[in-house]
């Protein structure tokens, strides 16, 4: 199945229009945040992104760290990647469909758990930053955890 089908697909279960643009992509707003979703019909794959947000002006070093963490095995991002777009200084989730191991439902399945661990980080992201602002003087790794937030 192609790339483009899959999406349009997608769009139609979930009852909304799906427009891909001049490169086969198109974004849509799940909970808060943004997801976009690009058929690279070139080499067969789905590229999926979510944007994460801002991180914090401060302590990023531990928040990087715990980034790094959740990616190593993917124990965290369920076979996602979590990075910096560095065209917008936001944090983001990505993931890569082989179009050959998917038919609708699978790529339903695979878009309800993207969502879900976008945004379960948008939310560890959010209350970092807050801890940050709220509590400047301590250190966030005596006081931030991330397994009240990150499914494993």
């Known amino acids: ?68 963490e959740a990616n190593h095995l993917y124990t965290s991002t369920f076979g996602a990647t979590l990075s910096l777009n560095s065209e917008n200084d936001h944090f983001a989730l990505c993931k890569v469909l082989p179009c050959r191991a998917l038919d609708n439902e699978i790529f339903y399945s695979e878009m309800e758990s993207f969502i879900s661990i976008c945004d379960t980080w948008f939310k560890v992201i959010r209350n970092y930053r807050s801890m940050v602002t709220d509590f400047p003087d301590k250190k966030m790794e005596e006081i931030f955890e991330p397994a009240n937030f990150i499914p494993v």
């Open 1 to 68: 199945m192609e790339g483009v089908e899959i999406i349009r697909a997608f769009g139609e279960k979930l009852g909304i229009e799906l427009e891909l643009d001049n490169a086969n992509s198109c974004s849509f707003q799940a909970d808060d945040v943004v997801v976009t979703i690009t058929a690279l019909s070139e080499i067969d794959q789905i590229v999926i992104s979510g944007d994460l947000g801002t991180p914090p002006a401060e302590q990023l070093e531990h928040l990087y760290k715990m980034m790094l």
